[in-house]
C-alpha cells in the first residue's frame, strides 16, 4: 500500500516543430500522503492532464523525480469519458476486466453498491445505462484494480446537473480504504465540494498552491477560472478575506446547493 508520493522539483519540456523547447510543467515540488483526496485544478493548457500522467507513469518527467513510497504500488489513470472505451457486453464483465486477477460477481457487486449502483445492474449493457450511471461504473472498474492510487480526469466533464451529482455523491462517499490517495482533475472547485480536502492549482505549468481548502488564495482561485466563471467556492473566499462572519459549517457542505445556502443567510445578514 502506498504511503506517500513526493514530488521534487519536476519539470516536463517538450520541443515544438522548430526545435524549441517549451516548458509544460515547471519545478513541482509537492507531497501527499495515504488516504488524502486532492483536487487538480487549473485552467486548459495548465499542465493538468501532463501531471496525472506523470502520476500514472505514462510519462517521464524531464527533470526532478517522482518518487513513491513503496515504489511498485499500482496506480490508476481513469481517463476522460471512459464510457466511450467500454467494450464489454455487461457491466459485471466490464467492471471483471480491470481486476488484476480473477475476481468473483459477489465481489464485483459489492463495488457496484460502493459506487452508488444496484447490483441489479450488473447484467446490462454499460452503454444503456445514462451516462452518469456509466461513470459511476468507472469508477467501479477503477476500484476493481486495486489501485492504491487513483487518478480521475474530470469525471464530471460533459455530464447535465443530475449526473455531475450522481458522481460527486458518488465520490464523496469512498471511504479511504486501504490508504488510497484520490486525485481528481477538474476545471471547476464547486465540481469538487465535499469530496476533497486539498486544492493542487496549476497556471501554465507552475504550482500556485497546493494545501487545504480553507487556505486556498484567492489569486490562486482567480488563475484557475475564467473571468466569467461562477463559482461558490470563490464567493466562499472573498467573504472570508472581507472578515465577514461564516458559520462553522460553511467548509462543511457537501453540495454547491449546500453552500449556496450558507453563502445566501450570510449575504442577506451582511451584505
Not at 485544478?41 to 502520476?55: E, H, V
Not at 464489454?88 to 457496484?112: M, N, Q
Not at 441489479?120 to 445514462?130: N, V
Not at 496549476?202 to 482561485?221: E, H, K, R, S
Amino acid at each position: 500500500m502506498i504511503t506517500s508520493l513526493c514530488l521534487r522539483d519536476v519539470s516536463v519540456k517538450i520541443h515544438t516543430a522548430d526545435g524549441t523547447p517549451r516548458p509544460i510543467l515547471n519545478h513541482i515540488n509537492a507531497t501527499c500522503q495515504q488516504g488524502e483526496r486532492i483536487g487538480l485544478l487549473g485552467r486548459n493548457g495548465s499542465g493538468k492532464s501532463t501531471l496525472a500522467r506523470l502520476l500514472a507513469g505514462l510519462e517521464r518527467a524531464t527533470g526532478g523525480k517522482i518518487q513513491k513510497l513503496p515504489s511498485r504500488a499500482r496506480v490508476m489513470l481513469l481517463l476522460q469519458r471512459p464510457e466511450e472505451h467500454f467494450s464489454r457486453a455487461t457491466v459485471l464483465a466490464e467492471v471483471a476486466s480491470y481486476a488484476p486477477k480473477r475476481i468473483d460477481s459477489p465481489t464485483i457487486y459489492a463495488l457496484l453498491e460502493k459506487v452508488g449502483l444496484s447490483s441489479k445492474l450488473a447484467a446490462r449493457s454499460p452503454r444503456f445505462l445514462s451516462t452518469g450511471q456509466q461513470r459511476q461504473v468507472a469508477i467501479a472498474c477503477a476500484l476493481a484494480t486495486q489501485s492504491s492510487l487513483l487518478v480521475l480526469d474530470e469525471p464530471m466533464a460533459g455530464l447535465d446537473m443530475v449526473g455531475r451529482s450522481l458522481v460527486r455523491e458518488t465520490l464523496s462517499q469512498l471511504d479511504p480504504e486501504r490508504g488510497r490517495i484520490l486525485f481528481i482533475i477538474s476545471h471547476h472547485p464547486d465540481d469538487l465540494m465535499g469530496v476533497v480536502e486539498q486544492f493542487w492549482i496549476l497556471d501554465q505549468g507552475n504550482l500556485l498552491y497546493n494545501g487545504p481548502l480553507q487556505n486556498t488564495p484567492l489569486a490562486a482561485l482567480a488563475a484557475c477560472l475564467s473571468p466569467t466563471d461562477p463559482s461558490l467556492f470563490y464567493a466562499l473566499r472573498r467573504l472570508e478575506s472581507r472578515d465577514i462572519p461564516l458559520p462553522s459549517e460553511a467548509y462543511g457542505y457537501q453540495t454547491p446547493q449546500g453552500l449556496a445556502a450558507i453563502l445566501s443567510d450570510v449575504a442577506e445578514k451582511y451584505l
